[in-house]
C-alpha cells in the first residue's frame, strides 16, 4: 500500500496566521488599554461637549444641560484614573487639551453676557491671565521639551470658580463673583509659571508651590 504523503504548509501557513494575529490583538489591546480606557473616554465627553457648546445658545437649557455634563466629567475623569490605575501622560494632555477647549467655548460663548457685568478694567486682567498661562505653556515647553500642564490645587480652584460662572451671571452678584475668580487665576497662573521656571524636571504630581519637587537621582 502506497504510503499517504502529508504537506504541511498549510498547517505552517495557519500557525504563522495565528501568531501574527495574536500579535497584531496584543499590541491593539495595550493601545486601547493606553488611549481608549474609561477615564480617558470621560475626558472626551468634556471634548465633544466643550465643542458642542459653540453651537448652542448661551445660558439657554441645552447650554446648561452639557455645560453641567461638562463639568461633571472634569470632576470624575481624575479620580476615575487613579481608582483604575489609568493615569498616563496620555490622559494628563486629553485632560489639559478638553480643560483648553471648555475654557475657549466658555468664555467665546458667554462673551456678550460676560460685556454685560464686567468692569471696563477686568479685561485688561483677562488679556494679563491669557498672556500668563500661553508664557507658563512657552516655558514648559522649552525646559520639558513637551507640552506640561501642572494640576496643582490653584488651578483646581480656578476651574471651579470659572464653572460656576454662568449659573452666577444671571444674578445681582455676577460682577463681583468675576471679579473674585480673576484672583484666584491670578494667583493660579503666577504659581505655575513659578514652578516650570525653578523646578528641573517636569513633575506633574506636585500640587503646590510648597510641595518640594523630588530630588533627581544622579546617574554614574
Known sequence: MKKKEYNYSGCIYACEFVQASSVKWMVKTKVMKKYLNLPNCITGIRLVGAVALFFVPPL??????????????????????????????????????????????????????????????????????????LAGYLVAALRYKKFASLHTYMNKATGASMFAVPYFLPTPYGAAYCIGVGVVALIAVLEELTMHLTSKAYTPGRKTILMKPPVQSSKH
Open 60 to 133: 439657554a437649557l441645552p447650554f446648561y444641560i452639557i455645560y453641567t455634563l461638562c463639568g461633571v466629567s472634569d470632576a470624575i475623569d481624575g479620580m476615575v484614573a487613579r481608582a483604575t490605575g489609568c493615569s498616563t501622560d496620555f490622559g494628563a494632555r486629553l485632560d489639559s487639551i478638553a480643560d483648553l477647549t471648555f475654557y475657549t467655548a466658555m468664555l467665546v460663548r458667554l462673551l456678550p453676557k460676560l460685556q454685560e457685568v464686567f468692569p471696563g478694567w477686568l479685561w485688561y486682567h483677562v488679556v494679563l491671565l491669557i498672556t500668563l498661562r
